[in-house]
C-alpha cells in the first residue's frame, strides 16, 4: 500500500478538530481535510481572527501554523471522500434518549450515515478510521455498510483508533501521548493499513508509544479506560462523604494513598463530580453491553460508578440548603464556573448543570460566572436541565454575569462549580463586602484557602472536610 498523502477526517468536533489540526502541523508533507455539515462550525475554523469553535489551550496556535498550507476545513463532504486515502469518521456518538437502549446505549445514528456517506461516494480504495467512541465490534457494522454498498473494485480497510484526550491539555495529550492505539483485524490487509496509520503518527510519536492491537480489543480499550478513570472519581468521592461524616480531610487521605506507588496520585481529587463527553457515557455504554452480553452482575458493579457520581452532586446541593438554614428559597446563589472542567468551554454532563436546575428547583435566584462558556450554550443546557420551563421564566430567575466579582454582589451564597484558576485569584475580602451577610462559601472543587477565608468573614464548606472535631 503506498504511503498516505490525503487525509479526511468526517466531524469538526472536539475530537476531529485538534486531533487532525495536530496531523497536519507534524505531517506537512500530508493534506489534510475537515469536513462538516455544519456551515457555521466550519466558518469558525476558518475564521481570519481565529475565534475557533472550540476552547483548547493551544488549538489555536497549531491552526495558526497549519491552515492554508495543509490544513482545510471544508462542508464539500462528497469531493474530501473522492480524494482521501484515509478517512477519520470523528462525529457524534450520544447516550440514545429513546428507543432500545435508552439511557444507555450510544447512538450511531451519525457513524452509520458517515459510513454509508463515504460508501455512496468513494471512487477508489480507503482506508476507513473509527475515532469516534463507539461500542464494541462497530466496526463489523461500518464494514458490513461500506461492502454492501461500495461501488465495484473499491476496497475498504476498517481500523480503530480511539482518542484518549483530556479536555484542557488535549494539545499536549496529542502531541505527547501516552500512547497510540491502533486496532486492526489481523489479516495481511488490516496489518497492512494498520501500518500506514502508524507511519503517519510515527512523524513524531516514538514507534514504542504506537500499540497496534485486534480491533474488538481497541474499541474495548477506550470504554475500559475511561469506566476505570471515573471509576477511580467516584471512589475518592465515596471516600468524600465518609469523611465529611467524620471530621477526615479528604485531601490528607488520598494523598496518603497515592504514595502507594501500585495506586499513584492521579484521579484521586474529590469533587462535586465528573462531567464531561466521555466519562458518563462510556460506562453507562459499557453497562449496556455487559447486559446485552448477559452479565447481570458485571452490568451492575459499573452502573454504580454513574450512581456514585449523581449522588456526589446531590449531596453537595443538599448541603448548600441544609446550611443555608433549610431554604434558598428567594436566595442568590453565585455559581462560579459552568464548564465540567477548567480550560475547556465543554459543558456536557457538567456537575454545575445539575447544581443550577436544583437550586432553581428551591426557587433560589441563581448568578452564573464562566470564562469560557457562551451564554447561548448556558441557556441551552438549563433549557434542556429544566424542560417544563419556558426560557423567559428561566430568564427571571438567572443572571450571566461577566466576571466572578460581578456574579457574587448581593449573593447569600457562593458555589464554586468549576476549578478555573482564576477563582483562586479572586480577591475575597472585597467580594465578602458585597454580599449579604452571613456569607457563605461552597468550595466543591478544593480550590479556595479555607482558612484565610474564614478570617475574612465567610462561613466556609469544602467538599470532603469534616468540620466536627
Request: charged fraction near 25%.
Amino acid at each position: 500500500m503506498p504511503a498516505v498523502t490525503r487525509v479526511c477526517c468526517i466531524g469538526a468536533g472536539y475530537v476531529g478538530g485538534p486531533t487532525c489540526a495536530v496531523i497536519a502541523l507534524k505531517c506537512p508533507h500530508i493534506k489534510v481535510t475537515i469536513v462538516d455539515l455544519n456551515q457555521s462550525r466550519i466558518d469558525a475554523w476558518n475564521s481570519p481572527n481565529y475565534n475557533l469553535p472550540i476552547y483548547e489551550p493551544g488549538l489555536e496556535d497549531v491552526v495558526r501554523q497549519a491552515r492554508d498550507r495543509n490544513l482545510f476545513f471544508t462542508t464539500d463532504i462528497d469531493r474530501s471522500i473522492q480524494e482521501a486515502d484515509l478517512i477519520f469518521v470523528s462525529v457524534n456518538t450520544p447516550t440514545k434518549k429513546s428507543g432500545v437502549g435508552a439511557g444507555f446505549a450510544a447512538d450511531l445514528n451519525y457513524v452509520e450515515s458517515a459510513t454509508r456517506r463515504i460508501a455512496k461516494v468513494a471512487t477508489s480504495n480507503k482506508i476507513v478510521v473509527e475515532k469516534s467512541t463507539v461500542p464494541c465490534r462497530t466496526a463489523e457494522s461500518m464494514r458490513t455498510i461500506l461492502e454492501a454498498n461500495s461501488r465495484p473494485n473499491c476496497r475498504f480497510d476498517i481500523l480503530s483508533n480511539p482518542e484518549f484526550l483530556a479536555e484542557g491539555t488535549a494539545i499536549n495529550d496529542l502531541f505527547k501521548p501516552d500512547r497510540v492505539l491502533i486496532g486492526s483485524l489481523q489479516t495481511p490487509e488490516g496489518i497492512t493499513a494498520s501500518n500506514a496509520l502508524v507511519e503517519i503518527y510515527a512523524n513524531w510519536i516514538p514507534k514504542e508509544r504506537i500499540l497496534t492491537v485486534g480491533l474488538w480489543s481497541s474499541e474495548l480499550s477506550k470504554l475500559a479506560a475511561n469506566a476505570m478513570l471515573a471509576q477511580r472519581i467516584s471512589s475518592v468521592n465515596a471516600l468524600s462523604a465518609i469523611c465529611e461524616a467524620t471530621g477526615a480531610n479528604i485531601d490528607e487521605v488520598a494523598h496518603a494513598v497515592g504514595y502507594d506507588s501500585r495506586i499513584g496520585p492521579r484521579f484521586l481529587r474529590a469533587s462535586v463530580g465528573f462531567g464531561g463527553s466521555c466519562f458518563q457515557k462510556d460506562i453507562l455504554n459499557l453497562v449496556y453491553l455487559s447486559e446485552s452480553l448477559h452479565l447481570p452482575e458485571v452490568a451492575e458493579y459499573w452502573k454504580q460508578v454513574v450512581v456514585m457520581n449523581e449522588y456526589q452532586k446531590r449531596r453537595f446541593s443538599k448541603t448548600v440548603v441544609d446550611t443555608l438554614f433549610n431554604t434558598i428559597t428567594g436566595k442568590r446563589i453565585a455559581v462560579l464556573g459552568f464548564a465540567f472542567k477548567a480550560d475547556t468551554g465543554d459543558t456536557r454532563e457538567s456537575a454545575a448543570i445539575t447544581l443550577v436546575r436544583d437550586f432553581l428547583l428551591e426557587k433560589a435566584h441563581v448568578s452564573i460566572y464562566d470564562p469560557q462558556v457562551e451564554h447561548t450554550q448556558i441557556w441551552t443546557d438549563l433549557s434542556d436541565a429544566l424542560p417544563l420551563v419556558p426560557l423567559h421564566n428561566l430568564q427571571k430567575q438567572v443572571d450571566i454575569a461577566s466576571s466572578a466579582f460581578d456574579c457574587c454582589k448581593n449573593a447569600e451564597a457562593v458555589v464554586i462549580a468549576t476549578e478555573w484558576r482564576e477563582f483562586r485569584e479572586i480577591d475575597w475580602e472585597a467580594v465578602y463586602r458585597g454580599m449579604n451577610k452571613p456569607a457563605f462559601v461552597f468550595d466543591g472543587r478544593l480550590l479556595v484557602d479555607a482558612q484565610k477565608l474564614r478570617s475574612i468573614g465567610f462561613k466556609v464548606t469544602v467538599i470532603g472536610r469534616g468540620e466536627r472535631f
